[in-house]
Nanobody, 127 residues
Framework: EEQLVESGGGLVQAGGSLRLSCAAS????????IAWFRQAPGKAREGLGC????????AYADSVKGRFTISINNVKDTVYLQMNSLNPEDTADYYC????????????????????WGQGTQVTVSS
């Protein structure tokens, strides 16, 4: 059974950094994208970026480009979201998700393109 488990959330001061992890298990496909999303209170879930598990190619939403970096450790089957220069507007629940159909693309960072979801991890940025 395919499973995604996020970790690494917590409280950080504005200007700080945080690294989230997404551990994948049970996936038997050769290549699938894993994306990071976030959802702030009262707001829609927002796609942040994705990475291809086969070649590590990445794509990012304009809103986080230059501040957030997605990477992968294929040995550990873990995808990371490195977040720098955090501000209170980054406060949200962060989710990783995998797609069985669509490639990693900045144009496909919508919820309906992703089939498998983790439970989320909370990030709070204090001012």
């Amino acid at each position: 059974e395919e499973q995604l488990v996020e970790s690494g959330g917590g409280l950080v001061q504005a200007g700080g950094s945080l690294r989230l992890s997404c551990a994948a298990s049970g996936f038997t496909w050769d290549d699938y994208p894993i994306a990071w999303f976030r959802q702030a209170p009262g707001k829609a879930r927002e796609g942040l970026g994705c990475i291809s598990t086969s070649d590590g190619a990445t794509a990012y939403a304009d809103s986080v480009k230059g501040r957030f970096t997605i990477s992968i450790n294929n040995v550990k089957d873990t995808v990371y979201l490195q977040m720098n220069s955090l501000n209170p507007e980054d406060t949200a629940d962060y989710y990783c998700a995998a797609s069985s159909d669509d490639p990693c693309s900045a144009n496909k960072l919508q919820m309906f393109n992703y089939d498998y979801w983790g439970q989320g991890t909370q990030v709070t940025v204090s001012s």
